[in-house]
């Protein structure tokens, strides 16, 4: 089928459609391609910003540690 075709397909089946959450569903996904176009840097507050570089200042600097060592430090703590 070429896209021409699923186009018309898609058109079809949404026409049928009577659930209004469903068309607000399909109303999302279409509109997501222009939505993110936009940079999520930018829809960030200042203090998610400087969070966000303080981590990445750890990690340069080397004040990471591995998952695996931090959860079996507090595995007793922890319950999957």
């Keep these: 089928m070429n896209i ?3 186009k018309l ?3 079809q089946r949404i026409c049928e459609i009577q ?3 469903l068309i607000d569903l399909i109303k999302n996904i ?3 391609p222009s939505t993110s176009k936009a940079d999520w840097w930018n ?3 200042e203090k998610e910003k ?3 570089d303080r981590g990445l200042n ?3 600097q080397g004040k ?4 695996d060592q931090i959860r079996k430090k507090y595995e007793k703590w922890l319950k999957d």
């Design 4 to 6: 021409t075709a699923e």
């Design 9 to 11: 397909d898609i058109i």
């Design 19 to 21: 659930d209004n959450d």
């Design 30 to 32: 279409i509109d997501v």
């Design 43 to 45: 829809q960030l507050s």
């Design 50 to 52: 400087e969070s966000i």
């Design 58 to 60: 750890d990690l340069h």
């Design 64 to 67: 990471v540690h591995p998952h």
